[in-house]
């Protein structure tokens, strides 16, 4: 079920999506060669607590890091920890805020250091990708209409879409109806209207779609080893459009 979220309630998810942002926006800044990914981990923690929120990801299912940090092949939910960051990896980094129980939940793919044309080119597209997603987010709108956007702009640059793998609903709990996965056709899938809130965020591959679990559960990587790239934004469907929840 599709829970449309009243004015009120979106504007406490914009302000749990402002923590968000102020968190990524401190972890962009904060990452470079050398860096451990359980140092941000602690900085992310320290933000947004500080800020009056609670990491919502921290104890979710088990997962123990207030973030994810998914380096290189790692597609998302890569558990923070002793690896240091090397000059041109790209890093993954998603960060889910509760805030007067409501969550916003943001990723951005990051350069370490100088980054290789084809790295760089990845995240261009993957994030452009996103905002191609967004712009179909109207009342009257499918979510299929959402999927074909990212698809389509994606796979003309020839790269992949993960299949496995999808955005979803947010609100009171991280996940909620719908799924938005970041393909198939247009004009299919659940509409759109006025109060939904979600979680978009494209996940590519520049080699195939295929992925696989690593061994601790939680981590997922690229099954040919290729780099992924994860943008993701909290958007709520508004009587004037998409409104971003999860920017300053």
């Not at 972890?27 to 602690?42: C, E, H, K, N, Q």
């Not at 393909?183 to 696989?212: T, W």
């Amino acid at each position: 079920m599709i829970i449309r979220k009243s004015a009120a309630e979106i504007e406490k998810i914009a302000r749990a999506g402002k923590v968000v942002r102020g968190c990524l926006d401190a972890l962009r800044a904060a990452v470079a060669p050398g860096v451990a990914t359980r140092d941000l981990d602690r900085l992310a923690e320290d933000y947004i607590r500080s800020h009056g929120g609670v990491p919502t990801f921290k104890g979710y299912r088990g997962f123990p890091g207030s973030i994810c940090t998914s380096p290189n092949d790692m597609v998302v939910h890569g558990i923070p920890g002793v690896t240091r960051l090397k000059e041109g990896d790209i890093l993954g980094l998603d960060v889910g805020v509760t805030l007067e129980d409501f969550i916003a939940d943001a990723a951005i793919t990051v350069p370490v250091g100088e980054i290789g044309e084809g790295a760089g080119e990845l995240l261009r597209v993957t994030e452009e990708s996103l905002y191609k997603g967004i712009e179909r987010c109207r009342a009257g709108n499918r979510v299929g209409d959402i999927s074909h956007a990212v698809q389509e702009h994606v796979e003309a640059h020839g790269y992949s879409v993960v299949r496995s793998l999808v955005g979803h609903g947010v609100g009171r709990s991280m996940h909620e109806d719908p799924q938005v996965p970041n393909f198939g056709p247009s004009g299919k899938g659940p509409r759109l209207s006025v109060g939904v809130v979600l979680a978009i965020e494209p996940m590519i591959n520049m080699g195939g779609y295929d992925v696989e679990v690593g061994a601790d559960g939680w981590s997922i990587y690229t099954k040919d080893g290729s780099l992924s790239g994860h943008f993701e934004h909290t958007v709520a469907v508004t009587e004037n459009g998409p409104r971003i929840l999860t920017v300053d």
